[in-house]
């Protein structure tokens, strides 16, 4: 199938879909229902991968590729644009590049087209990659150390791009200013339910491109809520469009000048999920859309304690709550 996705050109040079294949199951999947799933997505058109190490299904990704390409889906792996990310267990100067090297070797490939720091804390190596990490193993990240072995990622032709998620606006100001590199994305939730325009300005700004995870609400998730399914102007706005609930959340996102990672395992959700660029929402639309209450889905209470480096959640996020 042709590819007729939207892209964007990253601050590296590096051009990026619009819309991406998020691979995080909950709970976890089968290695072979995944791998289908990975197939199913490279067959109907996606061309970006969102992974990470924490979603221990590199390896499978990595096999779906490799006989994508056997199979004559895509012509070469440079098609495909390849996400993953840095656990906090490994965000300290030394372990970043042995990450991302362990991160090529499960995916089997020579280099990621963009590595993100997953969140703006580090833990105790020995904490591993778990989710929610240890309270007892959070640790302060040193931001310009770990920030130059990102660069030096980079440098090293492991990956194309480097960026970071889950940051506030401060925290990236605080990258912004060590930076040579300067990142190029900042992964974060955003629904109808979290429109986060403080920090969608800031990037803006700084030409950071905003990648939203969560477009859905990622209900059924410890990092989701029904909330976005929930909300009735959307159900509303679907019916009166003859489009899914789904589809009015994506369009919304993309109508917000930002990409957009999507996860479903359905072939039949695949297909419906990529059809949101040839209608759009109405001003009427958007206005009600701009009114629905604001609530995260991920609150970040789980990298909060009175021993943590952050004490309350308003200070994880630096009061963008």
């Known amino acids: 199938m042709e590819n007729v996705l939207p892209a964007v050109t990253l601050s590296s ?41 924490s979603y221990h299904c590199e390896g499978f990704l990595g096999e779906a590729i490799a006989e994508a390409l056997q199979l004559g889906l895509i012509k070469s792996r440079d098609e495909l644009f390849i996400t993953s990310k840095l656990w906090p267990c490994d965000a300290h100067p030394d372990l970043v590049v042995p990450a991302i090297q362990n991160s090529l070797r499960n995916l089997k490939l020579e280099y990621l087209d963009l590595y ?25 990240m040193d931001y310009k150390s770990v920030w130059a072995a990102m660069e030096e990622c980079q440098k090293l032709g492991l990956t194309k791009s480097i960026g970071v998620s889950n940051f506030s606006c401060k925290k990236l100001q605080t990258i912004l200013d060590i930076a040579n590199i300067p990142p190029a994305v900042n992964q974060v939730e955003m629904n109808p339910v979290w429109q986060n325009l403080k920090l969608r300005d800031f990037c803006k700004a700084n030409t950071i491109i905003l990648t939203a995870y969560s477009p859905l609400g990622a209900r059924g998730t410890p990092w989701g809520s029904n909330a976005v399914y929930e909300e009735r102007v959307l159900h509303e706005i679907a019916e009166a469009k003859g489009k899914t609930h789904a589809q009015v959340c994506l369009r919304w996102v993309y109508e917000q000048g930002v990409s957009l990672i999507v996860k479903s395992f359905n072939e039949q959700r695949m297909k419906e999920n990529k059809m949101i660029f040839d209608w759009e929402l109405t001003e009427d639309e958007l206005e009600r859309i701009s009114k629905i209450p604001q609530r995260r889905g991920l609150p970040g209470d789980i990298f909060v304690s009175e021993t943590a480096p952050f004490k309350t959640v308003e200070e994880f996020w630096d009061g963008e709550v």
């Open 116 to 140: 993100l720091i997953h969140f703006p804390i580090s833990t105790k190596p020995a904490a591993g990659l778990v989710f929610p990490p240890p309270k007892d193993a959070l640790l302060p």
């Open 13 to 53: 040079g590096s051009v990026m879909p619009i819309l991406g294949m998020g691979t995080a199951a909950y709970p976890l999947v089968e290695p072979e229902e995944a791998k289908l799933a990975f197939l199913n997505a490279i067959r109907n058109g996606y061309r970006i991968f969102d992974t990470a190490a």
